[in-house]
C-alpha cells in the first residue's frame, strides 16, 4: 500500500473523532472507542464475504443441537475467526431504533478470541456512553463511508477501475501504528512504547536474518517479541524472513510469539495475528518480567525494544525474595562458571531484564542456535558497578561469547525520544571468525533528515542506509565506523584499596566531660585508670595504648563489653595521618593492619592486565602503606561506545578567533548609531 492511501485512510478515521466524539469525549478518551471500532470494522470488512455461509452452517449445528462449532465455523469465514450475530456492522444501519441492542448482538456473535480482544478495549463500557448521546449510530455510519477502504479487495467502479486498493495486513498495521502514535502524541504519552519506527525494525530484521540467509532449512521457525506492542515488529521480521527464504528456494513456517502488558496494545496485536491467519494464543497479556508466558520455550529468533529508563517495581516481588535477599526466578540467577549471578539491575531501569529473558530462551541443542536484536539506549551499555545487576548481565553475554555486535543509531530515531540508542546482536552461535570478538559500529551520521518531525522522530534510514549498516556488519573489517575488540576488552577487575588506621590517643578535660556525658555511670571510675595511665598527652601508638589498657583490666579483673570499649576509643582517639598503624593482627606471614574506612578505595584494572603491575605502577608511588583487599575484588564489563569512536577536534587557534571577532565588528559598524539616531 502506497503512503498516500495509508495517509487517507488515517487522517479519515482520525476526523471521526472530532466530527462525532467532539462533545461527549474528552480528546484524551478518542482513542477508548475509534481504535477498537477501527478493530471491528477491519474483522467485519474480512467476514463480510462468508456472512451467509457461516450463519448457515450455525442455524444448522444449531439444529442438530452440535454445541462445539468453533472449528467449522472458521473453516466456513476462512479465518480462525467468525460471527453468529445476523448483523454486520452495515446491516446495523437498518435499524436505528434498536442500534444498541442490534449491537450488543453484533458483539457477542463474535467467536471467543475476538470476545477477548473487545474485552481488553473494555469497548462495551463505553457503549452506554454512546448510546445516551445519541452517537453510536452516526459513529458505525462513519466508519461505513466509501471514502476509505478497511478491506483487503479493492473498490472497484462498474468498469473495473479501482477507486480504492485493498488494504494489506502490513497496511493495516500501518494505520494502526500511525493511530496510536497520534493520540498518544496528544495525549503527551509515550507512543514508542507501543511499537518501533519501521525502519528501525528494517534493519533489525536485516541484522538477524541476512547472516543465516543461506543456512535457513524448509522447516518451522519460531520467532519471539517480549514486548511485542501492537506486533509491528512480528510481522516485518515474518514477511522478511519469508522473503529470504523464497530467494534461497526453501519453504519456511513461522510461527510468532509475543508478550505485551498494555490491554489496548495486546487488543491490537492480538486482532493483527487473527486477521493474518496466525494463531492469537501465541501473544500472551501480562508483564514479561513477572509473567512470563513462554516458560520453558525456546526461540530460533528473538527482537525487541524493550521500555527502557522504566521502572520494574511492580514486578520485583514476583523475581525477587526481600526476606531471603535472593532471586527466585531462574531466569535472572544464573550459574556462571561456578559462580550464581544475580542478573537484576536497579528497580528504576528495568530494559536489560528483557534482554536477559530472550537469552534465557535461545535454542541450546540446535546446529543453528538462536538469534537475538534488541534496542536499548546508552545506560544499558555502562551503568552499573562491578557486581551489580548491569554489569553482571554484560558480564554473562560477553564472557559466554553471545555478543556479536553492538549498532549505534543517530539521535531522533524514535517517537518518544531524540537520545542516543543502540542495537545490540546476540547469538549462541558465532560464526568462527566473530569468536572472542564484539564489533561495535557507529552508525550515528548514517540517516536523512524528515521532511516532517514525527513527535521527536526526525531522522530516518533509507534503504541505502540500512544496505551501508548491514554490508558493514557482515565484512566484519575495521574501518572509521566499525571496531572489533577481544571480549576481554570490555572487562574490568574492581580492586578495593585499604590503607591503614591512625590514631592518637589524648585524655583532655573536654573529652572526659564528653565521656562523663555519654557513658554509663559504671564506666566513670575508669576516667582514673585513663587519666593515670596516660595523662594529657597525646599517644601516637594506639597499640601500646590498648596493650597498657587491657593490662590494666585484666590486672583488676574487670570486663567491658565491645561496645564500652568502642565507645571509649571513640571518644579518647582521634584519626591522625602522623601516628603509627593500628595492628589487627599478628601471624607467622607478616603484620595485617586495621582498614581506615574513610580512606578506602577503588581502582578498575583492565582484564588485560596485571593487578599487581597495575598495583605497584598506579598506586604505591602515591600511598605506599596502601594495599589490597582481594576477597573484596569483583569483575565488571562495561562498553563505552562514545570512547571508542571519539573524534579529537583541535582548538581553534587565537588568530582564527581574533579574525571573527574583527569581522563582527566590521559587520556591526555603525548599527548601535544607527539605534540611537532612531530613538
Request: charged share 30%.
Amino acid at each position: 500500500m502506497n503512503h498516500t492511501t495509508h495517509n487517507a485512510i488515517v487522517n479519515f478515521i482520525w476526523g471521526i473523532a472530532d466530527d462525532v466524539l467532539r462533545d461527549v469525549y474528552v480528546r484524551g478518551k478518542y482513542r477508548d472507542v475509534i481504535l477498537p471500532m477501527t478493530v471491528l470494522r477491519r474483522l467485519d470488512c474480512l467476514l463480510e464475504p462468508t456472512k451467509d455461509e457461516v450463519l448457515k452452517r450455525h442455524n444448522f449445528l444449531d439444529e442438530q443441537k452440535i454445541y462445539q462449532q468453533a472449528a467449522a465455523l472458521t473453516r466456513a469465514s476462512g479465518y480462525p475467526f467468525y460471527n453468529t450475530s445476523k448483523f454486520t456492522l452495515k446491516r446495523l444501519l437498518d435499524e436505528p431504533s434498536h442500534i444498541k441492542e442490534n449491537f450488543q448482538d453484533y458483539l457477542n456473535g463474535f467467536s471467543e478470541n475476538v470476545q477477548e480482544i473487545i474485552n481488553k478495549f473494555k469497548l462495551r463500557n463505553q457503549l452506554e456512553t454512546l448510546v445516551e448521546s445519541k452517537i453510536l449510530y452516526p459513529l458505525i455510519d462513519k466508519f461505513l463511508s466509501s471514502k476509505i477502504n478497511l478491506s483487503p479487495e479493492p473498490v472497484k467502479a462498474e468498469d473495473e477501475t479501482i477507486i480504492h486498493e485493498g488494504l494489506s495486513n502490513l497496511g493495516m498495521g500501518y494505520v494502526f501504528e500511525e493511530l496510536i502514535r497520534r493520540f498518544s502524541e496528544e495525549n503527551n504519552e509515550e507512543a514508542g512504547e507501543h511499537f518501533t519506527p519501521r525502519d528501525i525494525i528494517k534493519l533489525m530484521t536485516h541484522l538477524v536474518f541476512l547472516p543465516v540467509k543461506d543456512k535457513l532449512q524448509s522447516t518451522t521457525y519460531l520467532v519471539y517479541d517480549d514486548a511485542c506492542g501492537s506486533g509491528g515488529m512480528l510481522t516485518e521480521a515474518e514477511a522478511f524472513m519469508q522473503e529470504l527464504a523464497e530467494e534461497t528456494g526453501k519453504h519456511v513456517v513461522i510461527d510468532l510469539y509475543g508478550q505485551e502488558v498494555n490491554p489496548e496494545t495486546f487488543a491490537i496485536c492480538q486482532s493483527d495475528m487473527l486477521i493474518k491467519g496466525k494463531n492469537p494464543a501465541n501473544i500472551k497479556f501480562g508483564s514479561t518480567l513477572s509473567d512470563d508466558g513462554f516458560s520453558g520455550m525456546e526461540f530460533n529468533f528473538s527482537l525487541a525494544n524493550p521500555p527502557y529508563g522504566k521502572a520494574w517495581k511492580v514486578d520485583q516481588d514476583a523475581l525477587f525474595d526481600g526476606k531471603k535477599k535472593e532471586v527466585v526466578d531462574s531466569r535472572f540467577r544464573v550459574n556462571h562458571q561456578g559462580e550464581f549471578l544475580s542478573l537484576l539491575p536497579r528497580v528504576s531501569d528495568g530494559q536489560l531484564l528483557f534482554l536477559v529473558n530472550m537469552v534465557s530462551k535461545m535454542k541450546k541443542e540446535t546446529p543453528q542456535g538462536s538469534r537475538v536484536a534488541t534496542v536499548h539506549n546508552g545506560s544499558a551499555l555502562f551503568t552499573g558497578d562491578a557486581g551489580s545487576g548491569e554489569s553482571n548481565i554484560r558480564r554473562w553475554i560477553i564472557e559466554n561469547d553471545w555478543l556479536e555486535c553492538i549498532v549505534g543509531l543517530p539521535l531522533n530515531m524514535f517517537y518518544n525520544t531524540g537520545i542516543a540508542t543502540y542495537i545490540w546482536l546476540v547469538s549462541n552461535r558465532k560464526e568462527p571468525h566473530r569468536r572472542g570478538k564484539v564489533q561495535l559500529i557507529n552508525a550515528a551520521d548514517w540517516y536523512a533528515k524528515m521532511r516532517k518531525n514525527l513527535g521527536q522522530k526526525g531522522h530516518q534510514f533509507t534503504d541505502e542506509h540500512i544496505k551501508l549498516i548491514t554490508q558493514t556488519y557482515l565484512d566484519f573489517k575495521e574501518t572509521e565506523h566499525s571496531k572489533i575488540f577481544d571480549n576481554e576488552d570490555f572487562g574490568y577487575q574492581k580492586i578495593v584499596v585499604e590503607r591503614p588506621l591512625r590514631l592518637t590517643t589524648q585524655i583532655t578535660a573536654e573529652r572526659i566531660k564528653l565521656f562523663r556525658e555519654t557513658a554509663e555511670k559504671g564506666l566513670h571510675a575508669l576516667l582514673d585508670a585513663l587519666e593515670s595511665l596516660f595523662g594529657s598527652q597525646p599517644h601516637k601508638d594506639f597499640n601500646e595504648v590498648q596493650k597498657a589498657f587491657g593490662d590494666y583490666l585484666k590486672q583488676k579483673s574487670i570486663k567491658l563489653k565491645a561496645s564500652d570499649l568502642k565507645l571509649i576509643w571513640s571518644i579518647f582517639t582521634e584519626k591522625d595521618e602522623t601516628a603509627e598503624r593500628v595492628i589487627k593482627s599478628k601471624s607467622k606471614e607478616g603484620i595485617d593492619y586495621e582498614p581506615d574506612p574513610d580512606l578506602r578505595d577503588s581502582e578498575n584494572v583492565p582484564l588485560k592486565e596485571s593487578i599487581e603491575e597495575y598495583f605497584t605502577r598506579e598506586v604505591l608511588p602515591f600511598v605506599p602503606d596502601a594495599w589490597i583487599d582481594h576477597e573484596k575484588t569483583t569483575t565488571g564489563y562495561e562498553i563505552s561506545f562514545t570512547k571508542y569512536f571519539y573524534k579529537y577536534q583541535p582548538l581553534r587557534s587565537l588568530e582564527e578567533i581574533t579574525a571573527d571577532i574583527f569581522a563582527l565588528e566590521k559587520e556591526t559598524e555603525g548599527l548601535l548609531h544607527q539605534i540611537v539616531e532612531t530613538h
